[in-house]
């Protein structure tokens, strides 16, 4: 036995160690990670079980806050329901009363209406007769110029138609007489064109005649020459020939196109002479013509001038009225922007101020009239002595009645209120006096022994002056009121003892 203990009792090695601590750190882990593992379950179900919780407990929560709201929903709707029952029994009056006067004025401006048409059908009558009765003299006056024109017209119609007459009677007998001038000058013309060309065809004859006497001894000498030559020339000029032939042709042909051209311009030169006399007539007539339209066009110079200094005239004129224009537009718009200014002030103070109108106010908005019969009276009798012009004005501003009536009992509460205020304001300087003379009388320093104190009194008098023997007054005079003087209990006593 007892060397098994000293067998137990034997020191481990380092290794050994090693492997234990190893085997206590692995163990300590696994415990550790199961510590975790329970914790992390724990903590997993006490979550699930405090969401479970937290989740019916906010239902509940939820559940009775809607009761709370939908109380106090309940409540809030009773509260709009009654406001809305009341102003829209409000409303209801105002539309009444409303209806009521538009009923009062439809009424009077049907009566108005007719009372209108009856004088404008009875104007409309009158102007239909005085239109009739116009027609009727337009219409004699028409007839009678009528018939003095067709007279005038016929006269001269018939003087008109005379003339045209003789004056064609006239240019025919001129048309006929030119014609048979016309026919004399041609005949003349011919016969003399006919005796000269006899007799420069009998002078060709004679001058033929005799040339060729001259000529045919010339001519046989020539001939023999000229056969001799002939041959040396057609041998020497075949071609020349052919060319010559068909120049003897075109001169031909030319010849005759000068014929029909001389006789053209024979004929362009008679029109030339008839045109030239034409061309005088219309000359003199175009110089005349030139004239009167030089007249004009000084003339219409001078009115193009007229009217160009009107026209620069009007442009000044216009451009002053266009740059006045711009002026009184800005100045209108700048007045038109105070005046949108000013209303939609008067609209955010209209809004505050219905905001601060009381529940009469809201049903009655306007009140009546608070003048008294005879002073209505009074007042359509100024009515009545009116002229047109003002009572149309007013009439126009019949509209702005209730405005007026609202803003003059506006202004009468201001001024009771402005009134009001000046009594409390002076009720308030007066209480103001008492409480400072209260508390100088309590307080004692240099100032208020300086001063008239009512509650000192140093060796049993007070520092008030005594007030002057007060005359007798009449017995109809207004006494002053009487003042007493006041001391304290508490000073007395702290100053006696």
Known sequence: MSKKGKKAKIPLSNEEQLLLFQQKL??????????ERLLSQFLKDKLAKEEYNSALNLNKINTQWRTVLREVKTRELLKDIEILSQTFERVVDCKNSVIKSLAKDLSEAEEQHAHALRSHLYNIDQ????????????EENYNVELEVLTKEFETERKTIIDQHE????YLQDVFMAME??????????????????????????????????QLENVVEDLWKRFQDALKNYTEATEERKVAFEALKVKDEKNSKEIEAHMKKIQKLQEAITISKGKIMLHSRESEEQNQYIRKDKELVLIQLQKLKAQR???????QENLIKLTRESNATLKTLRGIIDKGEKILKLAEICRKLETEEEKVLPFYSSILTPKEQEEIEAQDKELTEEL????????????????????????LSLQHRRAQLLEINGKLRE?????LDGISVND???????????????????QPLSTPIGQPGDKRPPTTYNIIEAAHVISHTL
């Open 26 to 35: 692995l163990a300590e882990e696994e415990m550790a990670k199961k510590k």
């Open 127 to 138: 102007l239909l007769a005085l239109q009739r009765r116009r027609l009727n003299l337009l």
């Open 166 to 169: 003789k004056e064609i009677r």
């Open 180 to 213: 048979q001038n016309y026919i004399d000058s041609e005949y003349e013309s011919k016969l003399e064109f006919q005796s000269m060309w006899d007799d420069l065809k009998n002078k060709n004859l004679e001058e033929k005649h005799f040339l060729r006497l």
């Open 312 to 318: 620069t005239q009007a442009q000044s004129i216009s």
């Open 391 to 414: 009572a149309e004005v007013m009439t126009e501003y019949s509209g702005m009645e209730n405005f007026w009536k609202r803003y003059n009992k506006v202004k009468l509460e201001q």
């Open 434 to 438: 008492m409480l400072k003379q209260y």
């Open 447 to 465: 100032e208020v022994l300086s001063q008239i104190n009512p509650l000192l009194i140093v060796n049993q008098r007070s520092n008030l002056t």
